[in-house]
């Protein structure tokens, strides 16, 4: 019983601390980068990987998930 509490704990505590908020960082051409929260992304209406087109734009040259 108490192997199993103990481990059960230790699991919860594992998720805590791995659960962690993405961003989606853009890099420019110029090597300038950028983040938006996961939130932005969602708001565009757009995946992380198309946020370099803005404006109609290629904004950025690169855009990914951290």
């Not at 594992?14 to 983040?35: D, F, I, P």
């Not at 929260?37 to 734009?57: H, I």
């Amino acid at each position: 019983m108490k192997r199993t509490l103990s481990l059960g704990i230790m699991l919860l505590l594992l998720l805590a601390l791995g659960s962690c908020h993405k961003t989606c960082t853009c890099t420019a051409y110029n090597g300038v980068e950028r983040t938006y929260t996961a939130d932005e992304v969602d708001a565009a209406n757009v995946s992380c990987t198309d946020m370099k087109y803005q404006g109609g734009m290629q904004y950025y040259a690169v855009c990914s998930w951290d």
